[in-house]
């Protein structure tokens, strides 16, 4: 029983219930430092996200296949930032007060925005496979339909295999809780399941990711070689080149996009695998949550359409009649 641990100074989640978990110890001037920055990162993401996807949907002239998938990954980063409040509220306290029903359910809907996120950067990656390395059959094999119905597919398979994944593990089994306290909303997961998840949620994806990115710089070097040698021969780039030329540029902008999520994921997966401690876990888990306010930001610096379309939201411009008609693309941008 956890009252048999209680020390001096030993604080426990629900003080009422003898097997109740400890709360987690940290001065007055910690918890406040902790929460202020969890919720400015909280507004921080859900905001920019808004952004990205009020822009997205305003304005007619950014209807295209590759700005739906991001608007799909905007939409899971946007609900991973309104979640943020709840999830500092786990790590910091080291308490759930929300039942064990809303525990079981919280942890499918984390995962599955997890999952979402990452299928999303995939159908990016085909997108821009396609984009580059076949433009001429482009518009053809990624049609809005098509794309629509891929995203909507791959939201359906995230929720459908965490749901699986969290029944199977006893996520909703408080017998099967870690320490087997009132009020933890963790489960201790075997080493098979561990590595199967990995596999089937993080590896697998990453390696298509990784595999149609590197086709897709093979390629945009090539074409931004013949380019370049054309324009120092005086010759007149024509209107397939230069629409290459911006696919290309429009590939590499979301292989940061990419590159930026590996970085923020590809530690936290590893240490999730082997024995590491609850603060190294909780840290890695931080910057995860802070990988979506970091996309907007990506779109801000590569993007000039976005700067343009953040004009028109924050000086209230899209109020205006056939403001959706507004052209904020540069000529031949994406």
């Known amino acids: 029983m956890a009252n048999e641990t209680e020390g001096h100074e030993t604080q426990y989640c629900f003080p009422a219930i003898n097997s109740s978990c400890i709360k987690g110890k940290h001065s007055s001037h910690e918890y406040y430092v902790i929460y202020v920055f969890a919720s400015l990162q909280s507004a921080w993401t859900v905001f920019l996200n808004l952004l990205v996807i009020i822009s997205i949907s305003h304005f007619k002239k950014l209807h295209t296949q590759t700005n739906l998938i991001i608007l799909s990954l905007a939409v899971a980063d946007l609900l991973l930032g309104l979640l943020i409040p709840i999830e500092a509220t786990r790590l910091i306290e080291m308490c759930w007060y929300f039942g064990d029903t809303f525990c079981g359910l919280y942890s499918i809907f984390i995962a599955m925005l997890f999952s979402a996120s990452l299928s999303n950067l995939v159908l990016i990656a085909v997108d821009r496979y396609v984009a580059v390395c076949d433009p ?182 899209i109020f205006q009649p056939a403001s959706s008609l507004v052209n904020i693309l540069t000529e031949h941008q994406l």
């Not at 518009?139 to 339909?145: G, R, S, V």
């Not at 408080?174 to 949620?201: E, P, Q």
């Not at 397939?240 to 911006?246: A, F, V």
């Open 136 to 317: 001429l059959l482009y518009p053809q094999k990624l049609t809005m339909t098509k794309t629509l119905i891929s995203i909507c597919l791959s939201w359906i398979c995230s929720s459908t295999y965490n749901t699986a994944f969290a029944i199977n593990n006893g996520y909703f089994d408080i017998s099967l809780r870690k320490n087997k306290c009132y009020g933890d909303c963790s489960v201790m997961m075997g080493f098979a399941w561990k590595i199967t998840d990995l596999i089937m949620s993080f590896l697998f994806p990453c390696m298509l990711i990784i595999s149609f990115y590197l086709r897709i710089f093979y390629v945009v070097h090539q074409q931004v070689k013949v380019i370049n040698t054309l324009m120092k021969g005086g010759k007149n780039i024509n209107e397939g080149s230069l629409r290459r030329k911006s696919e290309s540029k429009a590939a590499l902008t979301l292989g940061i996009i990419v590159t930026v999520y590996l970085l923020c994921y590809i530690p936290y997966y590893i240490c999730s695998i082997t024995v590491i401690s609850s603060t190294t876990i909780n840290v890695l888990t931080w910057v995860m949550y802070n990988n979506s306010g970091m996309n907007p930001m990506i779109y801000a610096l590569f993007y000039p359409w976005f700067k343009k379309s953040v004009k028109h939201i924050l000086t209230l411009k």
